[in-house]
C-alpha cells in the first residue's frame, strides 16, 4: 500500500508540474496576447486616420502626377506640396491630410512595397527621386521621358 501512495504522490507531483508549466505557458502567452492588442489598437486608430485622409491624399497624388509627373525633380515636388498645403493641415477643398505629408506619402499611394520592391529588383536606384518616378511611370498609362 505504501509504494501505490508514494506511486500516486509521483504522479500527483509529475500533473502539479505539468500544469504549472502550462501555467508559466499560458501567462507568457497572455502578456503577448496583450502587446498584440495594443499594437492593433494603435494600428487601427491610424487606420482610420489614414482612411479619413484618403480623399485629400489621392487627389494630391493625382496632381502630383499629372502636373509635376516625372518631369520635376524631388526638390520641386516636395516644395509644391509644401507649398500647396501650407502650414494649415488641409488638402483640396478643405479635406484633412496627414501633418507630415511629403512625396513618399504620395509614392504610396502610387506604387505599393511589393511593387517598390520590383522596381528595385529590376534595378532602380533606390532614392527619393528614382522611387517617385517609378512610382508616376507606373500609375500613370501614358508613356513618360524620364530625366533622372
Known sequence: EFDRAM?????????????????????KLLGQL????????????????RSS???????????????LGPYADAQLRAD???????SNASGPAGLPVAEALDAALIVELLADGEQRARFSAQGLPSDALSLQNG????????FALCID
Open 53 to 67: 485622409q484618403l480623399t485629400a491624399h489621392a487627389a494630391l497624388a493625382a496632381a502630383l502626377a499629372t502636373y
Open 135 to 142: 512610382a508616376i511611370v507606373h500609375a500613370t498609362q501614358r
Open 7 to 27: 506511486a500516486q504522490r509521483q504522479q500527483l507531483g509529475d500533473n502539479m508540474r505539468a500544469t504549472n508549466r502550462r501555467l508559466e505557458l499560458s501567462a
Open 80 to 86: 509644391t506640396l509644401t507649398a500647396r498645403l501650407g
Open 34 to 49: 496583450e502587446e498584440e492588442r495594443l499594437r492593433w489598437t494603435v494600428e487601427a486608430e491610424l487606420g482610420a486616420e
